[in-house]
């Protein structure tokens, strides 16, 4: 909300040496955020020029620029000797003959953005034609402010050379707040203004304290005819009519509503609009004009129909939701979407003279949806959705009609309609010792009261002592419980006023298991020379194809997402691997040619069982046969952990040669976060895409439970994803390595007495897996077995053809004793002699 500091003065007692940033901090001491300062950034000749010539040339990329020539006056003389000032303008929203805004060399505009002569589309422009945006006074860049248009009749006295600082107030400083959706009533000067008595203590005075006719008989007819309340709430329950006759609608605006509009950010249009614009700056209260002429029957207030439809005032045709609350006219043909937006039909143009202004309250929950609904965000549906004050209605109407008549010529119809039906507003118990309870400061009795009334709020004593009654006022809809009145005593006291105290934890609470296991894999992962990456969940179906997965792999059926951030990639991703891999081609493409990365996220994996979540009512909470059906239509989201590596795994030096990721740093990664979690698990060749079908192992529990996979990826999709060749990666599901690793109820005992070591070579056919062999020595050798490690792989002339040799390192310890070499020996020959069994092993004799 942009709040001109000139404007703000005409409704609170501000000191006249308090500047915007001044303001500004009083505002925030209230809880409105500052966003930013306007004005007074612009220094140097601003001037008003004169277009003497203007010449269209054409430009290669297709666009077209103005060649023109600007009297600027005496300012003129002075940088050219009397000449018009040449300049380059790509605006062509103006004529010869036309005032214009014109910076000359010297100037700085807004954003420390200095002025000089330069050579632009052939030709030195010398100065610029200056748009609302470039001057910080608006947001319409499209064309330049011509201010014959802006101005009307107060332009004829200006002459060339003219300062247009302080003819378009840019000396005058602009506040702009962030109004939060529960102070829908701060969209607006009145509401500013008051927020900023609250901090000061400046008296405030309320614009909308005007007299006001009583409603009659005589205005124009009005229904309120909505047949689907929404929670029980009517989508209106008050709406104000005024007519104003004979109106000229080409009057321009007076010159000081253009100036507010203008600083407060939007452009002045004609009479009417500028008028209805107005009085919602300054009050908050949405106003639309409709143009009696083309009504032919009552201002009916319905919900759409099936199929109906309506062209707005953005030249959109529009078809309607039945929830959409509409004004009508007699109940047949559609006005405008209430609250929203108003249709072509029922404009207020050039040639309308009567005028009949709307003032209505709609309910803010049927405007939202309606906004989001057409995706038609307006001025008035921003304040709609955030509560209006009901009682604001026939002031707002009466000030316009007001500003129509002294400025438009018009004389105001003497029927005021007023349909009311209001809903009386139940007073609140509160008790006044609840804001020392929930916020840890003294907040007497006394100073409690005193916050509430100073907000506006009605407050009685039913009791001495005891609980307060208390009324919120209509403009604070927000105010419905004792917190919520504890905020306002803890606002207005001052925020800065409570002390940071850091809570203490209670004891016996820490992190759960899995938070443990989280921590613990990103430590591992860091320690082993990875690094954590975030990627977004989103991908697309092609990705699918780039990994080489099979037409019927479960991992193919993605969640799609009916309103995604972007088209291109509408599903959740089924696995990390998917959009890691993204990042990673993305750091290699930057020049990193070493690079190993890791990432935990969730992925979603739908059931293709599972039927689609219920859509329950919004009037009322779901019942629990629902919320379990919402519940069971969820699919499961695991949380997996990816990575991959790239490059040299090993780095070379002056003491030798690196050496290159391969399959088996995939796998070892997997077997370290074990080993941390104290997790025994299995690796066995496997055949699995993305992967390379011989270099690709599964990595399972002991009771075979699948904890994922590792391995060089297929040359296929390194090739695809854009990733460099024998790029290794794996993939697995965290939550399975977090129930195996749930504490047990007792600790093992340690053996403390020495270990033995003993070495053996098998020989093997070559297709026999490594894995396959550990397995049955490790079944072999029986309980005393402590550990289990392949330390050489051969194949060559000292073994047959089609054979390898696989060399294992055993290390056994008994419990309660020290083994002995004759035990060592019948221990590991169990081992072999079961591998044997198991797999055809034999000795290696040489």
Same mark, same amino acid.
């Given at each position: 909300?942009?709040?001109?500091?000139?404007?703000?003065?005409?409704?609170?007692?501000?000191?006249?040496?308090?500047?915007?940033?001044?303001?500004?901090?009083?505002?925030?001491?209230?809880?409105?955020?500052?966003?930013?300062?306007?004005?007074?950034?612009?220094?140097?000749?601003?001037?008003?020029?004169?277009?003497?010539?203007?010449?269209?040339?054409?430009?290669?990329?297709?666009?077209?620029?103005?060649?023109?020539?600007?009297?600027?006056?005496?300012?003129?003389?002075?940088?050219?000797?009397?000449?018009?000032?040449?300049?380059?303008?790509?605006?062509?929203?103006?004529?010869?003959?036309?005032?214009?805004?014109?910076?000359?060399?010297?100037?700085?505009?807004?954003?420390?953005?200095?002025?000089?002569?330069?050579?632009?589309?052939?030709?030195?422009?010398?100065?610029?034609?200056?748009?609302?945006?470039?001057?910080?006074?608006?947001?319409?860049?499209?064309?330049?402010?011509?201010?014959?248009?802006?101005?009307?009749?107060?332009?004829?006295?200006?002459?060339?050379?003219?300062?247009?600082?302080?003819?378009?107030?840019?000396?005058?400083?602009?506040?702009?707040?962030?109004?939060?959706?529960?102070?829908?009533?701060?969209?607006?000067?009145?509401?500013?203004?008051?927020?900023?008595?609250?901090?000061?203590?400046?008296?405030?005075?309320?614009?909308?304290?005007?007299?006001?006719?009583?409603?009659?008989?005589?205005?124009?007819?009005?229904?309120?005819?909505?047949?689907?309340?929404?929670?029980?709430?009517?989508?209106?329950?008050?709406?104000?009519?005024?007519?104003?006759?004979?109106?000229?609608?080409?009057?321009?605006?007076?010159?000081?509503?253009?100036?507010?509009?203008?600083?407060?950010?939007?452009?002045?249009?004609?009479?009417?609009?500028?008028?209805?614009?107005?009085?919602?700056?300054?009050?908050?209260?949405?106003?639309?004009?409709?143009?009696?002429?083309?009504?032919?029957?009552?201002?009916?207030?319905?919900?759409?129909?099936?199929?109906?439809?309506?062209?707005?005032?953005?030249?959109?045709?529009?078809?309607?939701?039945?929830?959409?609350?509409?004004?009508?006219?007699?109940?047949?043909?559609?006005?405008?979407?209430?609250?929203?937006?108003?249709?072509?039909?029922?404009?207020?143009?050039?040639?309308?003279?009567?005028?009949?202004?709307?003032?209505?309250?709609?309910?803010?929950?049927?405007?939202?949806?309606?906004?989001?609904?057409?995706?038609?965000?307006?001025?008035?549906?921003?304040?709609?959705?955030?509560?209006?004050?009901?009682?604001?209605?026939?002031?707002?109407?009466?000030?316009?009609?007001?500003?129509?008549?002294?400025?438009?010529?018009?004389?105001?119809?003497?029927?005021?309609?007023?349909?009311?039906?209001?809903?009386?507003?139940?007073?609140?118990?509160?008790?006044?010792?609840?804001?020392?309870?929930?916020?840890?400061?003294?907040?007497?009795?006394?100073?409690?009261?005193?916050?509430?009334?100073?907000?506006?709020?009605?407050?009685?004593?039913?009791?001495?002592?005891?609980?307060?009654?208390?009324?919120?006022?209509?403009?604070?809809?927000?105010?419905?419980?004792?917190?919520?009145?504890?905020?306002?005593?803890?606002?207005?006291?001052?925020?800065?006023?409570?002390?940071?105290?850091?809570?203490?934890?209670?004891?016996?609470?820490?992190?759960?298991?899995?938070?443990?296991?989280?921590?613990?894999?990103?430590?591992?992962?860091?320690?082993?020379?990875?690094?954590?990456?975030?990627?977004?969940?989103?991908?697309?179906?092609?990705?699918?194809?780039?990994?080489?997965?099979?037409?019927?792999?479960?991992?193919?059926?993605?969640?799609?997402?009916?309103?995604?951030?972007?088209?291109?990639?509408?599903?959740?991703?089924?696995?990390?691997?998917?959009?890691?891999?993204?990042?990673?081609?993305?750091?290699?493409?930057?020049?990193?040619?070493?690079?190993?990365?890791?990432?935990?996220?969730?992925?979603?994996?739908?059931?293709?069982?599972?039927?689609?979540?219920?859509?329950?009512?919004?009037?009322?909470?779901?019942?629990?046969?629902?919320?379990?059906?919402?519940?069971?239509?969820?699919?499961?989201?695991?949380?997996?952990?990816?990575?991959?590596?790239?490059?040299?795994?090993?780095?070379?030096?002056?003491?030798?040669?690196?050496?290159?990721?391969?399959?088996?740093?995939?796998?070892?990664?997997?077997?370290?976060?074990?080993?941390?979690?104290?997790?025994?698990?299995?690796?066995?060749?496997?055949?699995?895409?993305?992967?390379?079908?011989?270099?690709?192992?599964?990595?399972?529990?002991?009771?075979?439970?699948?904890?994922?996979?590792?391995?060089?990826?297929?040359?296929?999709?390194?090739?695809?994803?854009?990733? +460099?060749? !024998? &790029?290794?990666?794996?993939?697995?599901?965290?939550?399975?390595?977090? /129930? @195996?690793?749930?504490? %047990?109820? $007792? =600790?093992?005992?340690?053996?403390?007495?020495?270990?033995?070591?003993?070495?053996?070579?098998?020989?093997?056919?070559?297709?026999?897996?490594?894995?396959?062999?550990?397995?049955?020595?490790?079944?072999?050798?029986?309980?005393?077995?402590?550990?289990?490690?392949?330390?050489?792989?051969?194949?060559?002339?000292?073994?047959?053809?089609?054979?390898?040799?696989?060399?294992?390192?055993?290390?056994?310890?008994? +419990?309660? !004793? &020290?083994?002995?070499?004759?035990?060592?020996?019948?221990?590991?020959? /169990? @081992?072999?002699?079961? %591998?044997? $069994? =198991?797999?055809?092993?034999?000795?290696?004799?040489?």
């Amino acid at each position: 909300m942009r709040v001109p500091v000139t404007w703000l003065r005409s409704m609170v007692d501000v000191p006249e040496n308090a500047t915007g940033a001044d303001i500004a901090a009083s505002l925030v001491r209230v809880g409105l955020e500052e966003e930013g300062l306007h004005g007074g950034g612009v220094t140097g000749p601003l001037v008003v020029g004169r277009v003497l010539e203007m010449t269209p040339e054409p430009q290669k990329n297709g666009k077209t620029i103005n060649w023109c020539r600007v009297d600027v006056g005496e300012n003129g003389q002075r940088l050219t000797d009397g000449t018009p000032q040449g300049i380059v303008c790509g605006a062509h929203n103006f004529a010869v003959g036309d005032l214009v805004v014109v910076v000359l060399p010297g100037a700085v505009l807004p954003g420390n953005f200095e002025i000089s002569a330069r050579k632009t589309y052939g030709h030195v422009s010398a100065g610029m034609i200056c748009s609302a945006m470039e001057l910080g006074i608006g947001t319409d860049h499209d064309g330049i402010i011509v201010l014959t248009e802006l101005l009307g009749d107060d332009a004829k006295d200006l002459k060339p050379g003219e300062d247009a600082i302080a003819l378009l107030g840019l000396a005058d400083e602009v506040v702009e707040v962030t109004v939060t959706p529960d102070r829908g009533y701060c969209f607006s000067i009145r509401g500013v203004a008051r927020e900023y008595s609250h901090s000061t203590g400046a008296t405030f005075r309320d614009p909308a304290q005007l007299p006001v006719p009583a409603p009659n008989d005589r205005g124009y007819a009005v229904r309120l005819a909505d047949e689907a309340p929404l929670g029980g709430r009517a989508g209106c329950d008050r709406y104000v009519a005024r007519v104003v006759r004979g109106l000229d609608m080409e009057r321009p605006s007076p010159r000081w509503m253009a100036k507010r509009l203008t600083e407060a950010g939007m452009r002045p249009i004609s009479l009417a609009v500028d008028v209805t614009n107005y009085v919602m700056l300054a009050l908050g209260q949405p106003l639309h004009a409709f143009d009696v002429s083309t009504l032919s029957g009552e201002i009916v207030v319905r919900r759409a129909r099936e199929a109906e439809r309506l062209t707005t005032l953005d030249d959109v045709d529009r078809e309607l939701d039945v929830e959409d609350l509409l004004i009508t006219d007699g109940g047949e043909v559609p006005l405008a979407i209430a609250g929203v937006m108003g249709g072509e039909t029922s404009e207020v143009t050039a040639r309308t003279t009567d005028v009949l202004i709307e003032a209505a309250h709609f309910d803010p929950t049927s405007i939202a949806r309606s906004s989001r609904r057409h995706r038609l965000t307006t001025e008035a549906s921003k304040r709609y959705e955030r509560g209006v004050d009901p009682a604001l209605a026939d002031a707002a109407a009466q000030l316009a009609v007001e500003l129509l008549v002294e400025h438009g010529g018009g004389v105001a119809d003497d029927g005021v309609t007023d349909v009311d039906r209001r809903s009386a507003r139940q007073p609140v118990s509160f008790d006044p010792t609840l804001p020392s309870t929930l916020v840890g400061l003294a907040y007497p009795r006394k100073e409690v009261i005193e916050v509430l009334r100073e907000i506006g709020c009605q407050v009685d004593e039913p009791q001495p002592g005891g609980p307060l009654t208390v009324q919120p006022p209509s403009w604070r809809p927000d105010l419905v419980n004792g917190p919520d009145f504890v905020e306002e005593v803890a606002r207005l006291r001052g925020y800065d006023q409570i002390p940071s105290v850091l809570p203490q934890a209670p004891g016996g609470r820490g992190l759960t298991h899995g938070q443990r296991v989280r921590r613990i894999a990103a430590n591992t992962l860091a320690s082993i020379g990875l690094v954590e990456v975030l990627s977004y969940p989103f991908t697309s179906a092609g990705v699918h194809d780039q990994l080489g997965l099979e037409a019927d792999d479960p991992r193919r059926r993605a969640v799609r997402l009916a309103n995604p951030l972007s088209e291109e990639a509408p599903f959740l991703r089924t696995s990390v691997l998917s959009t890691m891999l993204e990042t990673l081609r993305r750091n290699v493409s930057r020049g990193h040619k070493d690079v190993a990365i890791c990432e935990v996220g969730l992925v979603t994996l739908p059931e293709e069982s599972a039927g689609p979540a219920p859509v329950p009512a919004v009037t009322a909470r779901p019942d629990d046969d629902t919320l379990a059906a919402i519940e069971a239509a969820v699919p499961p989201q695991p949380r997996h952990l990816a990575y991959a590596m790239t490059g040299e795994r090993e780095r070379g030096g002056w003491w030798g040669q690196g050496r290159l990721a391969d399959w088996s740093d995939a796998v070892e990664v997997v077997r370290s976060l074990a080993d941390a979690l104290a997790v025994e698990v299995v690796v066995s060749a496997a055949d699995r895409a993305p992967w390379h079908p011989g270099r690709c192992a599964r990595i399972t529990l002991s009771d075979g439970t699948v904890v994922g996979h590792a391995g060089e990826l297929h040359p296929k999709v390194v090739q695809a994803m854009g990733l +460099p060749g !024998r &790029t290794v990666a794996g993939e697995i599901d965290l939550d399975v390595l977090t /129930r @195996a690793s749930e504490p %047990a109820v $007792a =600790a093992g005992s340690i053996w403390t007495h020495p270990v033995a070591h003993s070495d053996v070579a098998l020989v093997v056919a070559a297709d026999v897996t490594a894995g396959d062999v550990e397995a049955a020595l490790r079944s072999g050798a029986g309980e005393l077995l402590e550990s289990l490690s392949l330390f050489d792989v051969y194949v060559g002339d000292q073994v047959d053809e089609g054979h390898k040799s696989l060399a294992y390192h055993l290390v056994f310890r008994a +419990p309660d !004793r &020290t083994l002995k070499t004759q035990e060592v020996n019948q221990l590991r020959d /169990r @081992a072999v002699a079961a %591998a044997a $069994a =198991a797999t055809g092993a034999v000795l290696r004799s040489t």
